[in-house]
């Protein structure tokens, strides 16, 4: 790790207060499904993975995205909190992130017509007789209408009024089992053509009834959700919402619409719209070729100035000066990191030292802050101050 020049405090390590809930800092793990669940289940594997992001000095540290109805669930190794069974793994993942300064978070949804495939490491596709051997066989998936993902996919079934009303009291049961173990955010998955924008976008809602047709009731099921988890979930705590801003093919959902929705999202009690993109029919970021940094970025900003509510930024923020440019331009009040987080766990440390914050390694646990700390000094010992040392 190199130290910068010392500054001001940087925007990117401002803590920031959401209700009650106060995050150390701006930088947030976003959800990464790691298909290594077991019936629905948190294992050690899970453990690992998020346990390193706290250590790392993240401020919010976000468990995939996790199924609210077993059906809901993408594949066999997706996360579940269908069950209560399912809280004691969560639990211990939030309450070591708590204890090491995180701010433990889940996101919650239903992949609705997505469901039912191979791991993402095999591409999504449709289960086969490869899986069939293994035991995971595929399970009947359902979906605003009656349309396939895609070649060679499940058609979904159509759920029926009543059925979404299940699907809407689940997410209420999940957000009620967040809370029993722990969790201080949570965060409603409306984007990547899952469940709830296979309701919003008018490419795949062919429904006639109270639930599709106009805008107004295309986004119904989407803030029906949204208020049961707002009254299950403790008043005091924050609750996000991803969008997919804009679907890309011609015709789709697009960004006026999520404004629209961003509105009414804050009027039920949303605090922070997080703004992704994609995931239903071409790839908008594929049809673009090659992506550049903090591509979706725009749509934060959007967001932000025109629906008045707090906004987390996503996808292909690397860099430290990036990250902090984006809240100094007020594009977005939340940056969220995914890959770059794989690749480097304790990014949030790195980007203190290099935005010059004065003691970067506080924001590790002293069991390697106190060692890190140590070596800077002995490297240069008038780059480092104010550290306490032992
Ligand atoms: C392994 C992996 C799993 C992901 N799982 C989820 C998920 O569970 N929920 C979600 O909303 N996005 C998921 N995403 C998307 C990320 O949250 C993020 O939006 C995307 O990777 C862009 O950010 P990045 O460029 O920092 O990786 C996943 C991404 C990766 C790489």
């Not at 998936?141 to 058609?155: C, F, I």
């Not at 689940?170 to 955010?185: F, I, L, N, T």
């Not at 903090?294 to 707090?310: K, T």
């Not at 030292?353 to 802050?369: E, K, M, R, S, T």
Request: proline share 7%.
């Amino acid at each position: 790790m190199t130290l910068g020049a010392p500054t001001t405090e940087p925007l990117l390590f401002t803590p920031l207060a959401l209700r009650a809930v106060t995050l150390r800092n701006r930088i947030v793990i976003s959800p990464m499904g790691q298909g290594s669940a077991v019936d629905g289940r948190l294992t050690d594997w899970h453990f690992a993975h998020l346990a390193k992001f706290a250590v790392g000095g993240a401020g919010v540290v976000f468990v995939e995205d996790t199924a609210v109805r077993p059906e809901g669930r993408r594949n066999h190794g997706s996360s579940g909190l269908w069950s209560d069974d399912h809280v004691p793994p969560l639990a211990r993942i939030a309450a070591f992130l708590k204890a090491h300064g995180a701010t433990p978070a889940i996101q919650l949804g239903h992949t609705g017509r997505k469901a039912s495939v191979k791991r993402g490491w095999e591409g999504f596709l449709p289960l086969d007789e490869a899986d069939l051997a293994r035991g995971e066989r595929p399970w009947p998936t359902v979906s605003s209408s009656a349309l396939a993902p895609g070649a060679g996919y499940q058609v979904p079934r159509a759920l029926s009024t009543a059925e979404i009303a299940d699907i809407v009291a689940a997410w209420a049961a999940a957000a009620r089992r967040a809370e029993a173990a722990g969790c201080e955010a949570i965060e409603i998955h409306g984007a990547h053509g899952y469940l709830i924008h296979q309701f919003l976008s008018p490419l795949v809602n062919a429904r006639t009834d109270a639930y599709g047709g106009p805008r107004e009731r295309r986004m119904r099921f989407a803030l029906e959700v949204a208020e049961a988890v707002r009254a299950a979930w403790p008043a005091a705590k924050p609750l996000f919402f991803r969008v997919s801003a804009i679907d890309g093919p011609p015709g789709g959902w697009g960004l006026a619409d999520t404004v629209a929705l961003a509105r009414e999202l804050k009027r039920l009690g949303v605090d922070v719209i997080d703004c992704s993109s994609g995931g239903l029919g071409r790839s908008v970021v594929l049809d673009q070729g090659r992506l550049a940094p903090g591509y979706q970025v725009p749509y934060a900003e959007a967001v932000r100035r025109e629906a008045g509510i707090a906004t987390m930024a996503v996808g292909l923020i690397l860099d430290p000066l990036q990250a902090e440019a984006i809240l100094a331009r007020g594009q977005a009040d939340l940056v969220a990191i995914a890959r770059q987080a794989l690749d480097d766990p304790h990014w949030p440390a790195h980007a203190a030292a290099a935005l010059g914050c004065p003691d970067p390694y506080a924001l590790h646990p002293v069991q390697y802050g106190h060692w890190l700390r140590l070596r800077a000094r002995q490297l240069d010992p008038a780059r480092v101050r104010g550290a306490a040392d032992g």
